[in-house]
């Protein structure tokens, strides 16, 4: 096994994603006005809404709805990305306990993380 998504997966990322490798989009609080700026590092799929938690920064113990500005917003190009969607290597995938985790890999999702030096 090479890959952990299967090959019409693979191809449908590939057609469907591939233009945002490197493009930063920005999540917009609707509750704390908060921004959470991510570079997009592989091929893959995002969610439009993320829920705010501390990892994220911005305002404590907010959960609000941090809604994606789709990537045609070209003002995000002001912001410094502080987080990172990447796809982890086979190893990484095989060690991960979430089972909903997997099979959103498996299906073209990216995960998010801080950004990586
Ligand atoms: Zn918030």
Redesign the pocket.
């Known amino acids: 096994m090479t890959s952990f998504m299967s090959e019409d997966t693979q191809k449908w990322i590939d057609e469907k994603c591939s233009a945002r490798v490197g493009m930063v989009n920005v999540w917009e609080?609707?509750?704390?006005?908060?921004k959470l700026v991510v570079i997009h590092r592989h091929t893959g799929v995002t969610p439009v809404v993320l829920i705010?938690n501390a990892s994220y920064g911005?305002?404590e113990d907010?959960?609000?709805q941090?809604v994606s500005w789709g990537y045609l917003n070209l003002t995000q190009l002001a912001y410094e990305p502080t987080h990172e969607f990447y796809r982890p290597d086979l190893s990484e995938y095989a060690k991960l306990e979430s089972e909903p985790m997997k099979a959103h890999l498996r299906d073209g999702g990216l995960i998010l993380r801080p950004l990586q030096q």
């Open positions: 609080c609707q509750a704390c006005e908060h705010h911005g305002a907010c959960s609000g941090m």
